[in-house]
């Protein structure tokens, strides 16, 4: 068990930007929901949300899910039906939010990542510490597409600092990006550090 | 420009196990690809290699490499472009090997990373340091299929640690392996705490 709040993640695909900067959905795909589950398992991540707004994506993916829980998926690959066991499927912000309010009976702090600095920009350090001393839950959102709306973004409790690796280029994909923040927040650096183990 | 060795990455499609550990070689995927392509660049490693035997396996990428350097896709993604501009197809180890001390003058130190520990495993904090002070260049190798097979693990002069995430559960893609390993190796932390920037 890891000690702290409670940490859930969530890909959107919706509101997002597209190259032009119109605010569109993107589409559901198979390579992020296989690999940021794996990732959010590894890290102990509560539950690991896809939203998007169309049902019929929706559907197809529930049926991805349940070969992989129930289906031969899982009896083929033990390791992969338990990364799934920990996915969901919603269709909007506002309901993951609410759902883990129910859950936990606080409304979630929220979490983005962006290229670019603001006012509420926070260090991995200072966010690795707040999630270990805290009670309330984060919600920890990774955007699809060219980056997530800005009114998400404005609405989000903290803005963690982009992911630069020593160079001057900073495109890593969403899987990537999701794996290195959550080692960052939540890794092993975390617990020696912390003295836990 | 980072400071220390310079530190290639390969992705070995052989010799690797499948899931009843026979030796074989697995299929090049283009995720595989654009992926550690982008978190190479990002962490500005000098190649990122993928090693076939088969020369119409490497065939068949070198026309998607070429189709983002040189074709439209390196038009409508620029960024991509210059991702792919450090990735290189190789038949063996061995010939990575030989060109990479062509280029530098020293056979590189080859690291490994595996879920067991080995007399030579190494903490992440210190191959950081080795990479920082280092002259000769480091070779590090990532695994598909079910890993690396034993003969090149034996050969390699560090293993690194298992990458854990304070839970029970160690199945990362490769893609998000390799992501974690270059941010320990070479991200933020490491100049932070070595007060480079």
Known sequence: MRLGAPVYIALLHYPVYNKNMEV?????????LHDIARSARTYNVTRYYLIHPYEPQRRLMQDILEYWRDGYGG?????RREAFLRVALRASLAEVEDEIERETGFKPLKVTTDARRYPNTVSYRRLREEIRRGEKPFLILFGTGWGIEKGVMLASHYILEPVMGGADYNHLSVRAAAAIILDRLLGESWWEENGER
Do not use: L
């Open 24 to 32: 569109i959905a993107t589409s559901i795909t198979n390579m992020d």
């Open 75 to 79: 009896e083929y690959n033990p390791d």
